[in-house]
């Protein structure tokens, strides 16, 4: 999948994938959401806030990328193109009878609250049942993170069950609901990797 790293763009945000140049931002707005994302995201490692690792990281997201394994997303306002308000990707990306990924996102805490996330995370289903063709999105929560359970509903994601002890979520194994998303406009493509 050698195509150019797709932006996206929505009424407030442009979303696009990591460059070297972005790294101390990245690390930034990881080391001041820390506290904020520590009770629903894996324990992280102390590289995860440092600049050096996401120098690094931006080039092995870039490999998934072309290899067509995943998509990863930082969100900046128009008006502030370099500085990053949260992400969303694209992970696990199976193609074969599958064409399917797990959807993740994340989004500082003063901007919570203002539909940032779903704005985006329109774009972002736009682009991977447009452009990537893919048939299913999953993406999968907490039972009492009710703000993402909502923008979930408000983009059409269904709910499907739920997964005892799914992820290892700061430090403990957490249950998850599970819901998902078909595009029903997907298209045969004689992808068979």
Known sequence: MDTPPPVLETARLILRPP?????????R???????????????RPAEFFEEDHW????????????????????????EAPLFPVGHAGLSNIVRSAF?????????REA????GLM???LEAVVRHAFGPMNLHRLMANHMPDNVRSARVL????????????AYLNIAGR???????????????PTGLSR
């Not at 064409?99 to 989004?107: E, F, I, K, M, P």
């Not at 901007?111 to 203002?114: D, M």
């Open 19 to 27: 460059v070297p140049g972005d790294a101390a931002a990245i690390a």
């Open 29 to 43: 707005m990881n080391r001041e959401e820390r506290a904020f994302h520590a009770p629903t995201s894996p324990v």
């Open 55 to 78: 120098r690094e990281k931006a080039g092995a997201l870039e490999e998934e990328r072309k290899a067509g394994r995943g998509l990863a997303l930082f969100l900046f306002l128009h």
């Open 99 to 107: 064409h399917a990924a797990h959807l993740g996102y994340s989004l």
């Open 111 to 114: 901007y919570q609250g203002k």
């Open 118 to 120: 779903t704005e985006a």
């Open 153 to 164: 509903e408000r983009l059409g994601f269904e709910r499907e069950g739920k997964a005892r």
């Open 173 to 187: 194994w957490e249950d998850h609901i599970l819901t998902a998303r078909v595009n029903p406009l997907w298209q």
